[in-house]
């Protein structure tokens, strides 16, 4: 088969679940990629989705958590943003491969009779293309160590193609390729006994595909003793010391600094034949962010993010929404601010509302408190009986982005309120559709003006469809297919948007921005016909595209409203904890302020 030498010894690093999903090993391959950077290594991570969807967009984010889009405009799995926040850099398409992505590229081949009249099969034509792109990666990011991590669970049908092709690599480079298990171990309530049963399981099954797994890292309640490390490493054909103890902690951003506790970014490089280069200062940087960004301060800005994904059952919802709970963390962090999240549903606004408090992320529950989701309980009827008053309590209010018709009504009722109270409002992408909607409705006096997602016959259709998109639709053209990835935007003078901008880490730059550049997830915009009216009845249209036609940020001015923003591009998918973004940090210091008068 066709597998190159590995060049300059490159060096990869698998890692794969044992026992269970949903424990952490999103989190555990970020933090492995942070201490790795942290040693002077440039690294690339990589997820392996195993499902037959080409790419996350089509998924729905109640059941699998937000799509997170890159630079290049693919729609992946939310790890993938966990990446970038943990490495602090854009990661490129070539870093995340799923099945679907797989089976297609050699299906196309296949028809194009590239493999000359050969009987195509699974193997080896699936895993060498799947080995084909470990390496491409690599090579694109100029990498020197790979962190590939192999969704779903050791034992699952879906991944096996990918953990064969991980074997093939380690075959022909022992030297050079690592496997990590993250897998958990149970304390069962009525013994009160951490079990390693399960793990031991597990390793033994990984064996069956013919692989050892090098380390493992142990998620647990609580941190492993000696004698459970022992017993594992015993069963598992490992020493002692390659057992790392991957206890339940407060935050994700800690769990870097948990693992050099069992030292395992220099037993990683050990185990690779490499040396620690010059400690990078970033790391001092990271400690004092994941410290400082739990207990930095007890004054609370309450900010409610209003959607419509309340009713679907057993659930996390703040996966739905996980770039934007990141970013508002960042933000509060450098703002001085603790913020508590609150989920709105927008359907209670129809006429009522009601607010509660956000249960933790998904990867939060695993690594602090069990491996189970925390479901969110039904949300209708808590105050049905209350009024539109109860939104005061906000010091700020965000309707992220979304599609579709349920809801809309609520959440424009909600903007209003906000608008004619002066609470600071943040529209990501749906919600700055909404917000021009709503403006043109109740202050231009346009009753019905909408958007041509949800009615198309509407006589003032404020936003509307691009001639290209129409047609893709007219296609059935959906996978892939709305306004992708990083596009750029001019920044008019003297706007909020701008002022923002001209901030960086919380240190104003010399001169004022001009231009930004932003990732988008998108099919409609703002209607061009409507721009000239828009801005006449005072909404500033205070990013665009720079040939003028797309607007990509609304607001009202200063003198006529603390914060009320919306940007078409999803700023959240560049917010990062070294730093936070800028009208995000915006936002929580409206908040801020709005707190400090009330
Ligand atoms: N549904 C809207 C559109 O397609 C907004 C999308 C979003 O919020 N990501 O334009």
């Known amino acids: 088969m066709a597998i190159r030498a590995l060049k300059n010894h490159h060096k990869y690093i698998f890692v794969i679940g044992g026992v269970m999903s949903g424990v952490g090993k999103g989190i555990a391959t970020s933090s492995i990629g942070t201490l790795l950077t942290a040693k002077g290594y440039r690294v690339n991570l990589v997820k392996v989705d195993p499902y037959l969807n080409v790419d996350a967009g089509t998924m729905n984010p109640t059941e699998h958590g937000e799509v997170f889009v890159l630079n290049s405009g693919l729609e992946t799995d939310q790890d993938m943003g966990n990446y970038e926040r943990f490495l602090g850099r854009d990661l490129t398409a070539d870093d995340y491969i799923t099945s679907g992505m797989v089976y297609k590229h050699v299906i196309e081949k296949e028809r194009a009779l590239e493999f000359g009249g050969k009987c195509v099969e699974a193997i080896p034509h699936i895993r060498d293309e799947i080995v084909h792109r470990f390496e491409h990666s690599a090579k694109v990011n100029k990498s020197d160590i790979s962190i590939i991590e192999i969704g779903g669970t050791i034992g699952d ?44 399981n597990a390793a033994r099954q990984l064996a069956g595909y013919g692989i050892n797994t090098d380390f493992i890292i142990a998620r647990a309640e609580s941190p492993l003793d000696h004698k459970r490390k022992e017993k594992i490493a015993v069963s598992c054909n490992i020493p002692c010391e390659r057992v790392i103890s991957a206890p339940d902690i ?5 769990v870097p600094a948990n693992f050099e506790k069992d030292k395992l970014g220099i037993l990683l490089l050990d185990a690779l034949g490499l040396k620690s280069k010059k400690p990078d200062k970033s790391f001092e940087a990271w400690k004092r962010m994941a410290r400082g960004i739990k207990n930095h301060s007890n004054r609370e800005v309450n900010i409610a993010i209003v959607g419509k994904y309340f009713n679907t059952g057993d659930f996390i919802l ?3 929404y996980l770039s934007v709970l990141e970013a508002i963390k960042f933000s509060a962090y450098e703002a001085g601010v603790k913020a508590v999240i609150h989920t709105v549903n927008s359907r209670d606004f129809e006429g009522n509302d009601v607010g509660r408090p956000l249960p933790p992320r998904r990867d939060e529950v695993s690594h602090i408190r069990s491996a189970h989701p925390t479901p969110v309980a039904a949300s209708t009827g808590e105050a049905q009986a209350a009024g539109f008053e109860v939104l005061d309590k906000y010091d700020g209010i965000i ?109 104003r730059l010399p001169k004022p921005t001009a231009m930004i550049k932003e990732r ?47 940007t078409q591009f999803h700023p959240e998918f560049l917010a990062r904890p070294l730093q936070p973004h800028p009208l995000f940090t915006a936002f929580v210091k409206a908040a801020k302020v709005r707190l400090g008068g009330r």
Do not use: W
């Open 157 to 200: 049908y879906q991944n096996v193609m990918f953990i064969e092709a991980a074997r093939v690599l380690k075959m022909r480079h022992p030297n050079d390729v690592l496997f990590i298990m993250v897998s958990y171990l149970p304390t069962p309530g009525k013994l009160g006994e951490m079990k390693s049963r399960p793990t031991q």
């Open 250 to 254: 407060e935050s994700i951003y800690d």
């Open 318 to 320: 703040s996966d739905a």
């Open 399 to 507: 309707v992220p982005g979304g599609f579709g018709e349920s809801g809309i009504e609520g959440k424009l009722n909600v903007i209003k309120y906000a608008r004619e109270n002066k609470i600071p409002y943040f529209g990501l992408c749906y919600g700055m559709q909404l917000m021009t909607i709503e403006y043109a409705r109740n202050v231009l006096g346009l009753n019905e003006a909408h958007t041509a997602e949800i009615n198309p016959r509407s006589p003032h259709l404020i936003i509307d469809i691009m001639p290209d998109q129409k047609k893709k639709l007219a296609e059935g053209n959906y996978g892939g297919s709305m306004r992708l990835g990083l596009y750029p935007a001019k920044l008019a003078k003297d706007t909020i948007a701008q002022e923002a901008y001209s901030y960086f880490q919380g240190k």
């Open 520 to 566: 988008h997830r998108h099919r409609y915009e703002v209607n061009p016909k409507y721009i000239e009216r828009l801005e006449k009845g005072g909404l500033v249209f205070s990013g665009c595209s720079p040939d003028g036609r797309l607007m990509e940020i609304a607001e009202l001015p200063r003198e006529v409203h603390p914060f009320f923003l919306g």
